[in-house]
Nanobody, 125 residues
Framework: QVQLVESGGGSVQTGGSLTLSCVASGLTYNRRCTTWFRQDPGKKREEGEEVARIDRKGVLRYADSANGRFTISQDNAKNILYLHMNNLQPEDSAMYYC????????????????WGQGAQVTVAS
């Protein structure tokens, strides 16, 4: 059974930092795209913003809103995906989800069948 378990959410002041973790069981992150989405209130999870991604070739991509402040990384030996978030702003407040694809070799990441349960991040102004 595949499980992605997130941790590290919480409340911080503007300018603060948080690190989210996503531990995978039942699969490994090798040869999979891994990503962090954030869901704004009132929107479906899949309609949220893809904040950061690592594709199957190890290429990192960031949303403009995250570039320069967030860092995605993963420890393949431990099957843990991370999102380090610095200089957090109130507009970063959202539910954050990790997700991963099926195993393969393509750098394309068309869909994410595996999702974590979400971690709430709240940034106070």
């Amino acid at each position: 059974q595949v499980q992605l378990v997130e941790s590290g959410g919480g409340s911080v002041q503007t300018g603060g930092s948080l690190t989210l973790s996503c531990v995978a069981s039942g699969l490994t992150y090798n040869r999979r795209c891994t990503t962090w989405f954030r869901q704004d209130p009132g929107k479906k999870r899949e309609e949220g913003e893809e904040v950061a991604r690592i594709d199957r070739k190890g290429v990192l991509r960031y949303a403009d809103s995250a570039n320069g402040r967030f860092t995605i990384s993963q420890d393949n030996a431990k099957n843990i995906l991370y999102l380090h978030m610095n200089n957090l702003q109130p507009e970063d407040s959202a539910m954050y989800y990790c997700a991963t694809t099926g195993s393969g070799w393509s750098s394309e990441c068309p869909s994410y069948p595996y999702w974590g349960q979400g971690a709430q991040v709240t940034v106070a102004s």
